[in-house]
């Protein structure tokens, strides 16, 4: 990969079939590289390997290249052991992993989901719970008897109570405080593991990833990995969300919605610039619905010309 070159990357999950709000941020991620004569990469994330499996991968790649959505390197459909499948690179993570336990900036957590939401732990703005430290508080003999047992511990990181900002391709300045909004985070699952926001972190840093475009529901992901991402040494990409496309009743699209996932879609639009028009017009990128393919859009991006509110998606 050419040294100082924009590189962009879908990295999605095959947990099922990609949906429309999927591939709105995969067709912009890829306009906003290509734009900029950027590379692209593909990173299957299949972490969940009780969800996710090849041949759900090998669909997923199939409807990225009906799209026209190509890519400069990652994962091939002939080659599920590569290094661009996430459930093959536990081995990597465990390096990192391994740093962060030297720094002591880990330790182990023995809380059970029940016993988070018995603790009354306050929310983050998107509604996931945030740890409230009680592990952290465990004296040196505690922790050591709960690890001896025959207890499982996930294992969180202990994040300081400071802002992280940053400036986002789209929204522009964001600052978002670790503590309030996450608390000491998981690292690795009680299962063994790893979690997202390192494994993602690890892997964009090692693969030369420099521009992020996702979903704004993402957004407050990113102050746990810019703070990973200082921890482990690594270069920070530059970030930029995206509006999510709802239903008319403001519900977001995800892949429990049949008709609006890459089966239904193909189907129904029959060609893959019906598809592409359908979104670069939800985009702004082009002023009305018309079937166009997808490298015909490269000249016509301008972030200027994306909503910053969220889209709705009326069939």
Request: charged fraction near 25%; proline fraction near 5%; glycine fraction near 6%.
């Amino acid at each position: 990969m050419a040294e100082n070159k924009i590189c962009g990357r879908f990295a999605p999950s095959p947990s099922g079939r990609m949906h429309l709000g999927n591939i709105f941020c995969a067709l912009l991620a890829w306009l906003s590289a290509r734009s900029q004569n950027g590379n692209m990469l593909l990173r299957i994330e299949d972490l969940d390997t009780s969800r996710c499996t090849e041949e759900k991968a090998r669909v997923l790649i199939d409807d990225l290249l009906w799209l026209g959505l190509d890519w400069d390197y990652g994962a091939v459909p002939d080659k599920p052991a590569d290094e661009y499948y996430q459930s093959r690179r536990s081995g990597i993570y465990k390096k990192y992993f391994d740093e962060l336990a030297a720094q002591d900036l880990i330790y182990p957590c023995f809380c059970s989901r029940a016993e988070l939401h018995a603790a009354s732990a306050p929310h983050s703005s998107d509604g996931h719970f945030v740890y409230p430290g009680t592990c952290l508080r465990l004296t040196a003999a505690q922790r050591a008897a709960k690890l001896a047992g025959a207890h499982k511990c996930a294992w969180r990181i202990k994040v300081p109570g400071a802002d992280v900002t940053f400036d986002d391709l789209h929204y522009g300045r964001q600052s978002l405080n670790l503590a309030r909004e996450w608390g000491d985070f998981i690292v690795r699952r009680s299962d063994g593991i790893y979690a997202y926001q390192l494994a993602v972190v690890i892997d964009d840093a090692l693969m030369n990833v420099t521009e992020v475009i996702r979903g704004s529901d993402l957004l407050t992901s990113t102050a746990p990995q810019l703070y990973l991402y200082k921890q482990l040494g690594f270069n920070a990409p530059q970030f930029g969300h995206l509006p999510l496309l709802t239903a008319p009743d403001g519900r977001r699209l995800a892949k429990r919605d049949l008709d609006l996932d890459m089966g239904a879609l193909r189907q129904h639009y029959k060609t893959p610039e019906a598809v592409i028009g359908k979104l670069a017009c939800l985009a702004g990128v082009i002023d009305k619905e018309e079937a166009i393919k997808a490298a015909e859009l490269i000249p016509l991006f301008d972030w200027q010309k994306v909503p910053k509110k969220n889209i709705v998606v009326k069939f």
